[in-house]
């Protein structure tokens, strides 16, 4: 690439069992994106998080740094890189969550809010937001049949993650997110990638 010039970066959010990992997956195959996916099974805290709440703060820490790692790795690379989650929906979200479930106190949360805003200013922000959008009772069924072994979000957070995901999104600015509707149970999006790479091309150029 030119010199200075950047690779692009599109992040894909959304309520856990929406779809994220499938969609960045197939962004990967039908576009060449590069990916940077959530790898709860690599994760040094996760397992131990999961049976021990006092994990929460490391394990935050641990994937918010590992967003910056992906990141930086994409912004200095070739090609467009799409990520299964990303930055911001780590802290907006699940330290949110987190901290609402008691898991982690001010102090500590305090703190991760320092580390994501100093991240963040080190880093320049996703040009594109993919926003899959499905209402709480589809991600709530769609959850109870994926079985993930290390699941940390219980069932009955999907609904305070879908609030705090409406919050933060209707907070940014309308033209760096792209709303998709993941209703329909279409797994491959068949109906709607063909609209979609139309808009990623059309916001990314």
Do not use: C
Not at 30 to 42: D, S
Not at 126 to 135: A, D, L
């Amino acid at each position: 690439m030119p010199d200075g010039q950047m690779a692009k970066l599109i992040n894909i959010v959304g309520n856990t069992g929406a779809g994220k990992t499938t969609l960045t997956r197939l962004l990967h195959r039908e576009a060449g994106f590069v990916t940077g996916l959530e790898g709860h099974a690599e994760r040094p805290f996760q397992a131990l998080f999961k049976q021990d709440p006092r994990y929460a703060l490391p394990n935050q820490m641990d994937y918010l740094l590992l967003r910056a790692e992906q990141e930086r790795a994409i912004r200095s690379g070739a090609r467009t890189g799409v990520l299964d989650g990303g930055l911001e929906m780590d802290f907006h979200v699940f330290s949110r969550l987190f901290q609402q479930k008691g898991w982690l106190d001010e102090r500590e949360f305090a703190l991760l809010e320092r580390l994501y805003t100093n991240l963040r200013n080190f880093l320049p922000p996703p040009e594109v937001i993919i926003y899959m959008k499905v209402t709480s009772e589809i991600a709530a069924k769609r959850f109870r049949r994926r079985g993930r072994p290390l699941e940390i979000a219980a069932l009955e957070d999907i609904y305070t993650m879908h609030r705090l995901l409406e919050k933060w999104i209707a907070q940014l600015d309308t033209d760096d997110v792209i709303i998709l509707d993941a209703s329909p149970d279409d797994p491959a999006y068949r109906l709607s990638l063909p609209g979609l790479l139309a808009e990623i091309q059309k916001r990314i150029g």
